[in-house]
């Protein structure tokens, strides 16, 4: 009977020392997800993680705020139903993502007001233990795109303004040639009529810089 409740106060105290250790790594888990989710919500980003299919099983707070739709009603949806038909591509194409490291794709997304909104998106593959999935980081690429758009618009405009210019560099030079060529005809004659000495000085001043005029 002794050796049998020895057998049962180890059995015991094993039994005590199991739970304890289930317990310490039922805390230290809680204490990892409750860091996850911290990291997760507090992203800068948006974050979506999805399933191999490409549907969404989670989304964090800046997700939600891109596209003003809530958490809730993003789970489960296909992420290609918010790919604007503006789009380059229409999904993720999950069979071309590498195996290791992330492949980076420019697209429109559509906001739950149904404007467009352009993002860059980093995309991998992860593990999940028992799947896998696909965790795609999207940032909102708006204010990118709107300053390019910028530099477009001013190059097209400086642009614009320099062939005016030239235009009207031509039109003033073709305006100016006309009467010029008259004035210098008019001139060259005068210089063949009886004139003093200061006068034909002045005369050839002033062909030269007609001549000048006419080089412009």
Do not use: W
């Not at 008019?186 to 210089?191: A, N, P």
Request: proline share 2%.
């Amino acid at each position: 009977g002794l050796r049998i409740r020895s057998r049962e106060k180890s059995l015991s105290n094993q039994v005590d020392d199991l739970d304890a250790t289930v317990s310490a790594q039922d805390r230290e888990i809680r204490k990892l997800e409750a860091r996850y989710q911290t990291l997760f919500q507090s992203a800068a980003d948006a974050i979506f993680v999805l399933s191999f299919p490409g549907r969404i099983l989670e989304a964090n707070a800046e997700a939600t705020h891109l596209l003003g739709i809530d958490a809730y009603d993003l789970a489960g949806r296909a992420f290609s139903e918010l790919i604007s038909p503006q789009s380059e591509i229409s999904s993720l194409d999950i069979d071309s993502l590498p195996a290791s490291g992330s492949r980076t794709l420019e697209f429109q997304m559509i906001h739950s007001k149904g404007k467009d909104i352009p993002v860059v998106a980093r995309c991998r593959i992860v593990d999940f233990g028992e799947s896998q999935g696909i965790l795609a980081i999207v940032r909102d690429n708006s204010d990118t795109v709107r300053q390019h758009n910028q530099i477009v618009e001013a190059m097209n405009k400086a642009e614009q303004a320099n062939r005016s210019k030239t235009q009207f560099l031509a039109n003033m030079s073709h305006e100016i040639r006309t009467p010029l060529n008259g004035i210098m005809g008019m001139l060259q004659l005068m210089e063949f009529t009886a004139l003093s000495e200061e006068q034909g000085e002045l005369i050839r001043g002033a062909l030269v810089s007609s001549n000048r005029l006419t080089q412009l």
